[in-house]
Structure formats: C-alpha cells, structure tokens
C-alpha cells in the first residue's frame, strides 16, 4: 500500500468539488495513457475580472489523482487565470503533504489539466509536450523522460551531471545503471541527430559507480518535494554545474572525494596547512568565475584537518542547487589537492 | 463497530498455516543440526528433510523422492530450470514462453535475450485468456531449448493445458517447464503420468512459509545447478538447506492434500457466489479471463471506468484485501501485462480486481463483500469522467493524451 499522507487520504476518501460543473466555461481534459489516468477539469470563470468562480472535476484514476485533481479545484477557485497559469504540479504536491514518487505524475495531470482549461477558455490549443516515462530514479522521483529532456537540453554526457540537473542517483545510487543506460541511449540519439560528436557520447561502463561522491540525503518520501522542479518545467539550474564539472574534469583525472577516502593514504601528497589553503584558494579563484556568473560567490574561511569550510555567499545562499554547488567545490578542490577532503558550508 | 478483517487476497500470499508454524519451531532451536553432519545432531534433521520430501512429492504425485530440490520459492525455481535448460541443451539456443507469465519468467527471458542472445518466442493469448496453440505449434523446433508455460496464471486463475503443451514439447526433444507456483495446492496434480520435465512451485501459496519452494526435476531430466556449492541436494542446490522452512514446506503440503477436496468445492462455491454476487448487483463489470478452465479460488473482475486503486483503497477501509491490475498500483505506470496481452480495455483492465480465496475463507467473507461492493463501485463511478449510468455507453471524453 502507498505511503500516502493524511491530507490525501482526506481529499480520496471525502473528495469536494467532485462532479459536473453545468455552468463551465472552462475545460481541461487530459490524460496520461500509460498510467491509465485522466482528468476533466471544469471552470466557471467571470468574464470581466478572470476570477475562477467555481471549479469540479472528474477523475478516471487512483487515489491520489482523484486527491490531486480535488485539491486542485480548491486550490484555483478565487484565482485569476493569471494566477492559476502560475500553479506548478509541486504546489498540488505540496499542498496535500507531499505525494510518493512513484505518483508524481499525479499532480502533472493536474497542473496540466488547468493549462489546458485556461487555453479553451482563451480559444487556445493546448497541446502536452511532456512525455514520463518508468521511474528510474526512487530516492527523487525521477522518471525516464526527465532525464532524457535534461540529457538532451543540456547536452550532459555524464550520469554525475545526470544527477547534478536532476537529483536522480543523488541516493542510494541502486538506479546507477537505468541512469547510465537512458543516457548511452540519449547521447547516441543525439550523435545521429549530429547534436553530439561521437567521442562525447557517454558509452555504457565508462564510469565507475564506486567513485560517485555520497551526494546530498533525499529527504523522506512523503510530506516532502521529492523533485524540486515541475516536471514540465525546463530544468535550468541556477548554477551552471556542468560548466564546474568541465572545469574540474580538464584539470585531474583523479576520483572523488569519497573514493579517495576509501584508500589508505598512501601515495597521496602531503600539504602543510598553509599550501593546503594556498591550494584551495587557487581552486576557489577558478571556480568563481563560474559562480559569479550566476551571482554568487564563495568564500574559504577556515581549513581545519580534511574539512574545509566555506561560505557560501549572494545567490548561492538558500538555492536550490546549493548542495550541488557544494559538491563542485568540493570536487574542485579535491582535484586541486589530490587529496580527500569535505568541504563543509557555513552561514 | 470493529469488522472482522476479509482476507482475499491469497494468490498473494498466504497466511502461514498455525500447525506449519508448530512444525518448524523445533528446528529453530534443539533441532539445529546441520543435516550433512555425521552426528546425531544432524541424522535427525535429515530424517525430517526427506520425510517433507516425501509429502511434497505426494502432493505433486512424483514418481520418485529425488525429483524435488528444495528450493527458495517460485522465482528461484523459475530462474533455475530455465538457466539450466539453455546450459544443459548444446545447440538449442530458444525458449518458448507465454505472454501472461509471471515476472519471475518474463524479465528472465527478456534479460537472457539481451544479453545471450537467446531468442524468446512470447505465445499469445487470446481475450479469454487461452493460448494461441497454432503460434505455440508453430514456434516449437529443434532449436527450443526449454518451453516454460505457467499451469494456472496468478491473476485471472485461467488453466492452461500444460501436459498437453508438455507432449508437443517432447516430440522436438525441448524440455518444459511450467510455473506451477499458483496451481500447486490448489488443485490436484499427478505429475508422473505427464511429459512435464520441471515444474516451479512456493511456499507462501500454501500456507507455508515465506522464503521456502521447490522445483520438481523429472527423472533423468538434463540439470545444471544454479549455485556452484556444497553437494546438497545431489549436487543441484548448494548451501546448507533451509531446514525449519524445508519443514514447514512438507507440511504445508501435507495439510494441501488434506484440505483439497475442500479447496475444490467449498471454496470453489465461495468464489462463484461471489462473482455471480457481484455481476448481479453491479452494471458495467465482467469476469476476465476462461471461467471454463480455472483454478477454484480465483474470480477475476473488471470494473469499468474507475481504477483499481481506488477500489481497493475503499475496501481496504471496511477491512477487504484484494488486488488490482491497475497500474497505479504496483508503481509500474503500466496496467498488468496479462490482462493487456488479452486486450482488454484499459478503461476496463485498470479496474480489475482479483479476489482470491483461501480454505480460511467463509460465507460471511462474502457476504460482506458483496455487501460493500456496489456503494465502492458507485462512489468512484460518480467521479469519473467516463461514466454516464449503468449500461450506458461511455461519456464522450477524449482527454489529450500525454
Ligand atoms: C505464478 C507465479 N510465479 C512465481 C511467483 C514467485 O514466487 P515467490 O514469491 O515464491 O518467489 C509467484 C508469486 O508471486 C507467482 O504467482
Ligand atoms: S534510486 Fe536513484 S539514488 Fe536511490
């Protein structure tokens, strides 16, 4: 049985707004074919101001589509269109506590059906551009047709910039493998299509799971947002960590921190702390441009054995990516030194 | 008011039979000996894993004692007879299987065709459920390796006719194995009068533990082991055996034997009040699947234009077990692919559930039932898009599909 939060149980068990809406001037109907789900969302909107006066809905689906499409209708109603165009399927998410992965989709079908009912209001065609696919990634909900839309509008030819754009693989990493084969796939699609030279291509097997860094905890599956962006949305990442990757793979070709810290230590440099902070200060001075660019900004304030603390600063603080942003550094630094160390952020 | 709990859904699993239980307790702890051992510690144990032997081979009507290899359960035992058919077969390099097998068997053979280079021929089924014999016919030759064709399929109860398909097999010179994981304990078998070469079967489907099954190897059956080990099991399943499950799994077996004739009629009478229950009081559902040839437990009914989830989320809250085909809830995004190979609908196949019924069951089980159905059902028809009242056609409702 699913995981599902009290708040969408309530909206299963005792759905508002179900039903016909006879007076709708506004309607959404759409469907995703492969999970078997489809939504009719109905509007009744006020001419003059684009106020949302009333909305129903009618759910082909399971229990947290029907939670989804009826939290939905309470979320709208009193919105102008305006408004209601700016809801994302992680605000129904989080407005029900949080939805499983796996049932995501849910909450695109929603968002999609208010897309398309705003468009028949306005005579518009509405048509969806997004296509899901199987889950490949659990710890972050991450489907199949994510990835490729980020592989491909990104150009990423590594499953560690997969999962810097995406999340996917930022656990437990046991979905490594589908990550690594959607993204052979893609990039050789990509190669035919003349996107992608053939020596970028990612080839299964080229990267060693093992030398992955342990990456940020997803956070619980439920009551949480599991994908911080709407699927539909066109991930860009406030900071451009595929450019910090680049930057740091020129470099070295030396793994990463967490696989450094499995080897004994021998072979590998030794630094007085004073080199040490020379050292990162170089690696910083590289990755600025970099963080500048996006205006943010970091700052080393301490190096206190492997830890090196920073300050993150400007834009940087409070992103979304900031964890990610971490582990560029980090890794930034890492290849600098040849050793490992953890780069900890401080307020 | 506390409702009793209705247990139906049995094809699942299994409750553990209290008398298994018993059985299995002193292997935990005085009879812990190894049964390889020389010693008393361990001649004793022995003695109990060949006389569970010998009550799984009367359950299965086996010829000989030897024939069974206890095993993990039902995915094990698959993954095992049909990786040792393609090594013990040289030159046939194919399988023949059906399109409604259990994962157990489908993802292997998907995966085997990928990276061996086997080729897997997938027999169809029609839209009750039987196979397409004139494909099967068509597919066997010198070059199958093994056929694995299920004996009773897990989510319509449909019946295939295994020793039939199991000659055809032979005279090709292919092994068959079939699935057997749903049919054994349920029905009565008699395994030394067929062709059948090896058939898989699960603990957990006849109220016996959880972790425990057996494959059945047909005398003189070509055999390559799995795991490279120690020589239990002759040799064909390394690694100290599993006695307190090994235990459990012959009684189990025994008590199956003994409570069959009830399996077949009392229970078999469940079911169909049930169904007939259930297709009388509700308009827009029908039973999937072959009614003619099926196993005694199992009712299989579509509900159209609602899922399953939530057919089973309002069941589940007036105490009712069941299960669904509906994708949404195995997480798959996929509704099941047996009833797809049989081309139902999906507006259909998402709303099928599965009641399976156990000698646990009773009148009152379904009476309760059939007594929560049809507000379920209405409840859920009243917020869907494709519902316009009973017998109706659909609701003209063409969402834009993703
Ligand atoms: C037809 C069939 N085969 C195989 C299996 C797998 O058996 P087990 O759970 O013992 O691995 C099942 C049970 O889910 C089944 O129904
Ligand atoms: S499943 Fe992708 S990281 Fe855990």
Sequence with gaps: MWDYTDKVRDYFFNPVNAGVLETANAVGEVGAISCGDALKLMMKVDPETEIIEAAKFQTFGCGSAIASSSALTEIILGKTLDEALKITNQDIADFLGGLPPEKMHCSVMGYEALQAAVADYRGE??????EEGALVCKCFGVDEGMIERAVRSNKLTTPEAVTNFTKAGGGCLTCFERIEGVLAKVNEEMVGEGLLS???AYRIGSVDPRSLKQKAKPKAAVGSTPVETAATETRKPVISLDALEKAAAATVVVGSAAEAALQPAIGLPRYTTVQKIKLIEEALEEIRPVLKKDGGDCELIDVDGANVIVKLSGACVGCQMASMTINGVQEKIVAKLGIPVRVVPVK | MTV???YLDNNATTRCDAEVVEAMLPYFTEQFGNPSSMHAFGASVGGAVKAARASLMKLLGAEFDHEIIFTSGGTESDNMAILSALEAMPGRDEIITSAVEHPAVLSLCAHLEKTRDVKVHVIPVDGRGLLDIAAYRAALSEKTAVVSIMWANNETGTIFPVAELAELAKE?????????????????????????????????????????????VKRGTRFRSLFKGGHQERGRRAGTENTPGIVGLGKAAELALIHMEDEVTRVAALRDRLEKGILQRIPNCFVTGNPAERLPNTANIAFEYIEGEGILLLMNREG????????CTSGSLEPSHVLRAMNIPYTAAHGAIRFSFSRDNTDADVERVLEVMPPIIEKLRALSPFWKGANEAPATFNPVYA
């Design chain 2, 172 to 216: 090709v010179g292919a092994l068959f194995h079939t699935d057997a994981v749903q049919a054994v304990g349920k029905i009565p078998l008699d395994l030394k009068s067929t062709q059948i070469d090896m058939l898989s079967l699960s603990g957990h489907k006849l109220h016996g533990p959880k972790g425990t099954g057996a494959l059945y």
């Design chain 1, 198 to 200: 053939f020596d970028e």
């Design chain 1, 125 to 130: 065609v509405w048509s969806d551009d997004h």
């Design chain 2, 4 to 6: 009793t709990p209705v």
């Design chain 2, 320 to 327: 009712i077990a069941a299960s669904s085909g509906s994708a």
